[in-house]
């Protein structure tokens, strides 16, 4: 968790990068009264966020979309650079960002890190860049997003309660970490600190581990009929929903983070590889044994998944009530929840296709569990 | 569809396994007024059965558990049976109904189909059973389950809006289709006819795979440090729900289709030593588009699941209002939602741990979007 306050970031903060994450840092920056400048190599991304009240347009002399501009280059230096440029490009954007700024904190905010911070340790070894003048550069990584991108899908609040790491390393100076820190504490996010590898390592297991899993489990559907389609329920639904995500975003992280991940599959292939060999031969001694080996192996790895809050895994009751399709149904039965003064902890519906009810799903404290279902009895909804 | 009406469903019906499932069923026809008769093996969960009001316990003449006891051997003869033992002896089980019982119908309800049916066209092969004998059985299955297992569990609105799939084959009765598909639909679920060569490829497809996919990435977190598993969003915890699931069943159904799902897994293990060997040499020519390749598939293939009621995947556009953790507040949204005549085709709770607030996404008709925003924001809802 952050120590640092806002006094920590040194402002103006120039947002290098105006798509769907770096105008919504704008926003959040903008709606707690920091000075917000916006540069995007599109002029027409930079006038949308602009325009939604992210920060105030700048060109920057040299930059390639600027060049020819003459006018308008703008000449208020930031004390603060947040790259928010594609992650492909953001090692050589924070580093020309070094180079132009020699007193301001860069921050960039890639999905990976080792290779943006790889890119500014080369610059260095180079000699383009003082060892002094990269340790002003520190990595973050905001965990948020949406299903849209883009400056116009962007939100001041896509951050709020969202993990934001921070990654020092030995050779990141502590204002950059502060300054970083307060940053990400301004636009509501929680502060994460670990190092690059730490992090990389992580995001390989909890993000792209399961986006791989999900669009291998989703490309087999492509020549499914659609009369077993319809048989799917929240099962496939639930581990297949971020295999609608953009390839080309995709393609930059999941080869940013080559080696880690792939060191990962290599395990999930052998234990494919073993099913496999299973399968093949279901009434071989041993056979089944193994298959239910591999489903408690994931028994116990789901296991450890915290809950919401960071509560411990599983610590909630389930409460489901039948509600039919029509406006107020799901109020009402969350009314008498909030009458009966239990708290939702979570809350899904549960719906198969080609019918027109639900089952709603609301997650409370096991203390809470009995006394609940017997309010909404009483108030004549079908808990089942 | 169903088109069978109650009377197509031959009384009593007799119940052959009181797990979740068979005094859910037992439930279900008892809240429709059918005569019910309930046996299991296990004296203490045929009790429970019976005592939660799923039907009428009886002793069957022969039965490993009935043996001996001699009194109280039941003498009423079921109209239709169903099995409801676990899958892998649930062919016996049905094989064993056909020969007690000549006139009765015969369905079961295990989650794959076909072991099920060999099962039964062995008995005629044998000789133990005629060809006419062999035409009463007819193979279904409930696409419904709780996470947690047995008759305390079980509820008579299990069945609610689920799919339940009715085998009808070339040498089945038609009076037996009939009855299974009368009995589903007494339970409350939405009967889908298709043969069971089509069932076990279709659920290898949309639940297996899912099951393996989900329990492969669950492994993999056996060994996360803490610290990595913090930073956990919903798309992890959406694709490793279901590997929650309980090994012993597992197991059954796994070895039981085990034909159809190597299938599926060596076109999955093929795509996925593809993504291996494109990220051990990230840079190589071609090997971006190989990924983003991959991604596109997973894209195609899950915009083709099918959305709530059969809905068009996709159809529905989500409002995302910040709520904090006190009772009453999602209430006081969805209350907002319901005055403003907009109804809720889908919800859920997005939350991050570590922190006390929360997104609920509202998903509603594309075209009622702004105006929920506006309804919303005026009652100074924060809609993201």
């Given at each position: 968790?952050?120590?640092?306050?806002?006094?920590?970031?040194?402002?103006?903060?120039?947002?290098?990068?105006?798509?769907?994450?770096?105008?919504?840092?704008?926003?959040?920056?903008?709606?707690?009264?920091?000075?917000?400048?916006?540069?995007?190599?599109?002029?027409?991304?930079?006038?949308?966020?602009?325009?939604?009240?992210?920060?105030?347009?700048?060109?920057?002399?040299?930059?390639?979309?600027?060049?020819?501009?003459?006018?308008?280059?703008?000449?208020?230096?930031?004390?603060?650079?947040?790259v928010a440029a594609p992650p492909d490009v953001a090692?050589?954007?924070?580093?020309?960002?070094?180079?132009?700024?020699?007193?301001?904190?860069?921050?960039?905010?890639?999905?990976?890190?080792?290779?943006?911070?790889?890119?500014?340790?080369?610059?260095?070894?180079?000699?383009?860049?003082?060892?002094?003048?990269?340790?002003?550069?520190?990595?973050?990584?905001?965990?948020?997003?949406?299903?849209?991108?883009?400056?116009?899908?962007?939100?001041?609040?896509?951050?709020?309660?969202?993990?934001?790491?921070?990654?020092?390393?030995?050779?990141?100076?502590?204002?950059?970490?502060?300054?970083?820190?307060?940053?990400?504490?301004?636009?509501?996010?929680?502060?994460?600190?670990?190092?690059?590898?730490?992090?990389?390592?992580?995001?390989?297991?909890?993000?792209?581990?399961?986006?791989?899993?999900?669009?291998?489990?989703?490309?087999?559907?492509?020549?499914?009929?659609?009369a077993s389609l319809a048989l799917a329920g929240n099962?496939?639904?639930?581990?297949?929903?971020?295999?609608?995500?953009?390839?080309?975003?995709?393609?930059?992280?999941?080869?940013?983070?080559?080696?880690?991940?792939?060191?990962?599959?290599?395990?999930?292939?052998?234990?494919?590889?073993?099913?496999?060999?299973?399968?093949?031969?279901?009434?071989?001694?041993?056979?089944?044994?193994?298959?239910?080996?591999?489903?408690?192996?994931?028994?116990?790895?789901?296991a450890r998944i915290p809950g919401k809050h960071g509560?411990?895994?599983?610590?909630?009751?389930?409460?489901?009530?039948?509600?039919?399709?029509?406006?107020?149904?799901?109020?009402?039965?969350?009314?008498?929840?909030?009458?009966?003064?239990?708290?939702?902890?979570?809350?899904?519906?549960?719906?198969?296709?080609?019918?027109?009810?639900?089952?709603?799903?609301?997650?409370?404290?096991?203390?809470?569990?009995?006394?609940?279902?017997?309010?909404?009895?009483?108030?004549?909804?079908?808990?089942?």
């Amino acid at each position: 968790m952050s120590t640092a306050g806002p006094a920590a970031l040194p402002q103006p903060v120039l947002v290098r990068g105006t798509g769907l994450l770096g105008t919504s840092i704008g926003l959040a920056l903008r709606g707690s009264g920091v000075e917000v400048l916006l540069h995007d190599p599109s002029p027409s991304a930079l006038a949308v966020a602009r325009d939604i009240g992210a920060g105030r347009a700048v060109e920057l002399e040299g930059d390639v979309a600027g060049a020819g501009a003459g006018e308008g280059t703008d000449v208020t230096t930031p004390g603060t650079v947040v790259v928010a440029a594609p992650p492909d490009v953001a090692g050589r954007v924070a580093v020309d960002s070094l180079l132009r700024w020699p007193e301001a904190v860069v921050m960039d905010i890639a999905s990976v890190k080792a290779s943006v911070q790889t890119d500014v340790r080369a610059a260095v070894e180079k000699g383009l860049l003082s060892a002094e003048s990269a340790s002003r550069y520190v990595g973050t990584h905001p965990m948020a997003g949406r299903e849209r991108s883009g400056p116009v899908a962007a939100r001041g609040t896509l951050f709020t309660a969202a993990p934001w790491v921070v990654c020092a390393e030995p050779d990141t100076a502590a204002e950059a970490v502060a300054a970083a820190e307060a940053l990400a504490a301004l636009t509501g996010a929680t502060v994460h600190t670990m190092d690059a590898g730490e992090h990389d390592a992580s995001v390989a297991l909890i993000s792209h581990l399961p986006q791989v899993a999900a669009s291998l489990v989703a490309s087999r559907l492509q020549q499914t009929p659609a009369a077993s389609l319809a048989l799917a329920g929240n099962g496939l639904r639930d581990t297949t929903r971020i295999a609608a995500s953009d390839p080309q975003l995709w393609v930059q992280i999941l080869a940013g983070n080559a080696t880690r991940l792939v060191e990962i599959l290599h395990g999930v292939r052998a234990d494919l590889d073993r099913l496999i060999g299973t399968l093949e031969a279901p009434d071989a001694p041993g056979a089944r044994l193994d298959i239910a080996q591999l489903i408690a192996e994931g028994n116990a790895g789901q296991a450890r998944i915290p809950g919401k809050h960071g509560a411990p895994p599983q610590a909630f009751a389930v409460v489901t009530v039948v509600v039919d399709d029509t406006p107020g149904q799901i109020a009402a039965v969350l009314q008498a929840t909030g009458d009966a003064g239990v708290n939702v902890e979570d809350l899904r519906m549960d719906h198969a296709s080609g019918h027109e009810v639900g089952m709603l799903e609301i997650s409370v404290l096991p203390g809470r569990r009995e006394e609940l279902t017997a309010a909404l009895t009483e108030r004549g909804w079908k808990v089942v």
